[in-house]
């Protein structure tokens, strides 16, 4: 049987202490509701109907590239009567499967089989057991069949002992659903519609009510507020760091790693502590990621080695490079085979040539450098008048003398050689040696200043 979704994100986050709506919040560099629509397009959902409320604009903004049926709930009047909002939606033939939307760790497994209890019950739910289930919904049961789920608010001393919880999460056939949420009151301690009360509704009628449980009680855990967001991210990074380890990547301290987006790895890579990784990055057999680095959207080839905090963004590290430490390379950035940037170098839009090397304190800015040459310290490339940027052409085997400046656009023939200190504005032809700075005075018999 197809079945729909319905994730329930209507809430505020008084909470959070945030003017960005709960379920914007990001696990993994990704808002928590976003990660459970994508499970939710894993596994096969015919529709997802999204239960909305606060901070609408920005939802829409956020999550507008989804195919979402979009379902107000103007009012906050409980979970039941956010469901209901969904019901112009729901088919009458189809199974409805219930999310919540503060869960981000619910995994396609957990789902699919709770789905696979489902068709042989009338109404399936997921339940996890807790040492602490102070605050949630207690699941009250006679022998195996679920008959109730009792609100905290509402539980009795007795009631409020058991362990077994309501996640929130279930499914069961929209006609059922439908007639159950218009069956529904207000008469509690919240003076809310809970959706939880169709389970005693269903077993009123002699339904069959199974429940399953996940893997991991964190796959289910809510957020409500900073901390336990901060507990949500530690845990998903740490399953990303499981999951790259696996693949043989050695992290030296998974506990101190983060992936905010998709890695690719080979095998025998090295990553260091605090490296964040952004957006798509590759980074190839063995490699070596040196500490507090930052990648984003990068190619890391095989053997490369990235010194501690460097900064690779949307660019390419070729076989056997050597980037940092304290390095930059920007948008537009391509290292060829064994070329090195050092310590407070800083490239962008810039093409370094297979072997070359700029060690030290140099800034490459639309560049192109070829093969084999040598850019001094305190080298940097004038690329922009303030309106316009030109280009940089060094060529093969080329010597940059230290503190040289490059007017661009300006074109360095192969083998040729900057003095140190030179202003460069002309063509320099291959093999010749350019030099262009002040001539030196030596004054005699100079009075130094002194202090008055």
């Given at each position: 049987m197809t079945f729909s979704v319905v994730v329930l994100a209507a809430g505020k986050g008084t909470r959070m202490k945030s003017s960005l709506p709960k379920v914007l919040h990001p696990i993994g560099g990704k808002p928590m509701v976003q990660r459970i629509?994508?499970?939710?397009?894993?596994?096969?959902?015919?529709s997802i109907n999204l239960i909305y409320g606060h901070g609408a604009d920005q939802l829409k903004q956020t999550l507008g590239h989804n195919e979402l049926n979009w379902c107000l709930q103007a009012?906050?009047?409980g979970t039941g009567h956010a469901v209901?909002?969904?019901?112009?939606?729901?088919?009458?033939d189809e199974d409805v499967l219930i999310l919540v939307g503060d869960a981000p760790l619910i995994k396609p497994s957990t789902l699919e089989e709770l789905i696979s209890i489902k068709q042989s019950a009338d109404l399936a739910l997921l339940t996890v057991h807790l040492d602490d289930p102070t605050g949630m919904g207690r699941i009250i049961r006679q022998g195996d069949q679920v008959t109730a789920i009792v609100e905290h608010k509402d539980a009795t001393d007795e009631q409020r002992k058991i362990s077994e919880i309501n996640t929130g999460m279930m499914i069961m056939s929209g006609q059922n659903l439908k007639r159950w949420l218009n069956n529904l009151n207000s008469d509690n301690a919240q003076g809310e519609f809970y959706l939880t009360d169709v389970i005693a509704?269903?077993?009123?009628?002699?339904?069959?009510?199974?429940?399953?449980?996940?893997?991991?009680?964190?796959?289910?855990?809510?957020?409500?507020?900073?901390?336990?967001l901060a507990n949500i991210e530690r845990a998903f990074q740490f399953e990303q760091a499981q999951k790259i380890m696996a693949q043989g990547v050695s992290l030296n301290d998974p506990h101190r790693f983060d992936l905010r987006g998709e890695l690719t790895v080979g095998q025998d890579i090295?990553?260091?502590?605090?490296?964040?990784?952004?957006?798509?990055?590759?980074?190839?057999?063995?490699?070596?990621?040196?500490?507090?680095?930052v990648l984003i959207d990068c190619d890391i080839a095989e053997g490369a080695s990235i010194e501690a905090n460097s900064i690779i963004e949307q660019a390419q590290v070729g076989e056997h490079c050597s980037v940092g430490p304290f390095a930059r390379l920007r948008p537009g950035a391509v290292m060829h085979a064994k070329a090195k940037v050092g310590n407070f170098v800083?490239?962008?839009?810039?093409?370094?040539?297979?072997?070359?090397?700029?060690?030290?304190?140099?800034y490459l800015g639309d560049t192109t450098v070829g093969e084999g040459a040598n850019i001094g310290a305190g080298t940097i490339t004038c690329n922009y008048d303030g309106v316009n940027k030109f280009k940089t052409i060094i060529g093969d085997g080329a010597f940059i003398g230290s503190n040289s400046s490059l007017v661009a656009p300006a074109n360095i023939g192969n083998n040729a050689t900057v003095g140190a200190g030179s202003i460069?504005?002309?063509?320099?032809?291959?093999n010749e040696l350019a030099i262009a700075r002040a001539k030196q005075r030596n004054i005699a018999n100079w009075e130094r200043p002194t202090k008055k």
């Open positions: 629509i994508d499970t939710v397009n894993t596994i096969g959902a015919s009012e906050q009047l209901q909002q969904a019901a112009p939606h729901i088919s009458d509704m269903a077993a009123s009628e002699g339904k069959v009510i199974k429940a399953s449980h996940p893997s991991s009680a964190i796959e289910v855990e809510g957020i409500n507020n900073r901390m336990q090295s990553i260091d502590v605090n490296v964040v990784i952004k957006g798509k990055v590759t980074i190839g057999s063995n490699a070596q990621i040196g500490p507090n680095c800083e490239m962008k839009k810039t093409t370094l040539g297979k072997g070359s090397k700029a060690n030290h304190f140099t460069i504005t002309k063509e320099i032809a291959d």
